[in-house]
């Protein structure tokens, strides 16, 4: 009875996501839709009048008949070339047995790639760990400049951002607004482990591209780096925040003045890119959801006990104030330095101060090493950051907005921080709409599962779709 039933769900449900991939072997489904189909279930066994089965038992049967149909793994990575050669190898039936084992070679070979760089990957994190644990190092903090002669690990990435404030037992009206925006960038010495999550409030937001990306590492290494000489780092490879022309620069001019002796820059493969700073941030979230989070304080305090791993760097108050300066890098070296050609085909890039200005490049990890000369002819390199450009804080209808639709779900004792009453002239209500919607789009994935469905699929010109929190 239950098999017909397990049937009969998989028909009305699964059979037309399974068409719509048809192309993937995995089924895969999203928890909530695991839910659903418990509820699915239920209703029509109460419909039949047969007794129900528990949500406990329903699972475990349903692993037992249909174990091809899973949850999502919410780390599964998703990579474009996996999914194109994993297309050509399933409709590669009817075709010659070479053809068939070209499509497996190919799959193979980006699979090969794959492990050799994760490998590369665990092998730094494990010196680094060796290195923390025979030195008795603890914990992050500020040290001088190639004060020891280690080799250290660290990795950064962005995460997605939250909004403030935040409530477990979200009020309904909130959905449909747009709250005060938090980014998130990580940089973890997986060494320890530690990471340093700096907290971007959106009037501290000056840009998200390679000089944010640079102001927070070169923060993090004046203030919480190990003064190792010698430094390996791995991040992803997206083009406008890590992999550019400005961060090789930055890594050039580090080993020019001094800061390192030796800089390795590392890109994970893409769709691939799972590694500390992910695991880091999933335990921050998990806290941020667990608690009612008012100010860019109590969100602190939240990532500083989400875990012993994590803590928090603000990078700005919401009244203005700077700590973490954010600086123009970019213009600073430019100057001095030249683009490398074709960066975005190569993946590892060195650094020594024996040859500064010089880059050593390689496609993967088993590539010949060439070297290209990024230094111009002036050679008179700054040996201080740039100076701090000033936080730009919000526009006059965002503020206005914050303080007319927001407000109202703050704590009473947090109102005046997370949404004051703007000191500018209240501006056009129909200007504070479009500005508000500019502000949608921005960062969200949709809920990931976690929206039941609310929100999705309205037009651009409806509510925004439910936050990611
Ligand atoms: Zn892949």
């Known amino acids: 009875m239950h098999y017909n039933l397990y049937q009969s769900i998989v028909s009305s449900l699964v059979y037309p996501l399974y068409m719509r991939l048809y192309h993937c072997f995995l089924i895969t489904i999203d928890f909530p839709c695991n839910l659903l189909y418990y509820k699915l279930y239920f209703i029509r066994v109460c419909i039949s009048e047969h007794r129900s089965m528990s949500e406990t038992v329903f699972r475990q ?8 149909i899973v949850t999502a793994r919410p780390m599964t990575d998703l990579c474009w070339t ?68 280690i ?23 909130i959905y449909f607004l747009v709250p005060r925006k938090v980014g998130l960038f990580g940089v973890c010495c997986e060494g320890l482990p530690k990471q340093v999550n700096f907290l971007i409030d959106e009037a501290h937001l000056i840009s998200k591209g390679s000089n944010a990306v640079i102001s927070f590492l070169h ?62 941030f999933g335990l921050l979230k998990q806290a941020f959801r667990r608690h009612a989070v008012s100010s860019l304080e109590e969100f602190q305090s939240v990532v500083n006990g989400s875990a012993c791993s994590n803590s928090a760097q603000l990078v700005g108050t919401e009244d203005g104030t700077s700590f973490v300066p954010v ?37 993967t990890l088993v590539s010949a090493e060439t070297t290209f000369d990024m230094a111009t002819n002036d050679r008179t390199l700054p040996t201080t950051a740039p100076a701090a450009v000033p936080a730009p804080g919000m526009s006059a209808q965002r503020q ?29 209500r129909a200007a504070e709409a479009t500005t508000s919607s500019q502000g ?30």
């Open 151 to 173: 080799e250290m690990h660290y990795s950064f990435d962005y995460a997605q951002q939250v909004h403030l404030p935040s409530d477990p037992l979200q009020p309904g009206p």
């Open 61 to 68: 049967t349903w692993k037992q008949l249909l174990p091809f």
């Open 440 to 469: 949608k789009g921005k960062g969200k994935g949709k809920g990931k599962g976690k929206g039941k469905g609310k929100g999705k699929g309205k037009s651009s010109g409806g509510p925004p779709a439910k936050r990611a929190r």
């Open 400 to 428: 206005w907005y914050l303080y007319d639709s927001i407000r109202q779900f703050v704590s009473n004792e947090q109102k005046d921080v997370l949404c004051p009453l703007p000191s500018v002239p209240r501006v056009a």
């Open 219 to 280: 923060y993090f290494f004046e203030n919480f780096g190990l003064g190792e000489t010698n430094v390996n780092l791995h991040c992803d490879n997206c083009p406008g925040q890590n992999k550019n022309r400005f961060v090789l620069w930055y890594c050039a001019w580090r080993v020019a003045v001094g800061l390192h002796k030796t800089i390795s820059l590392n890109f994970l493969i893409t769709g691939h890119t799972k590694f500390a700073p992910d695991g880091c």
């Open 82 to 149: 996996c999914q194109k050669n994993n297309v050509l190898i399933y409709r590669s039936a009817n075709l010659t047995d070479a053809n068939k084992s070209d499509r497996l070679i190919l799959q193979e070979r980006h699979l090969d790639t794959v492990k050799q760089e994760r490998s590369e990957y665990n092998k730094m994190v494990c010196s680094a760990k060796d290195v923390c644990r025979q030195l008795g190092i603890g914990d992050l903090s500020a040290n001088t400049p190639c004060s020891r002669q």
């Open 327 to 363: 600086g123009d890098w970019q213009s600073h070296l430019s100057p001095y330095y030249r683009p490398l050609p074709g960066i975005k085909g190569y993946q590892h890039f060195r650094f020594e101060s024996a040859q500064p200005g010089k880059v050593f490049v390689r496609e």
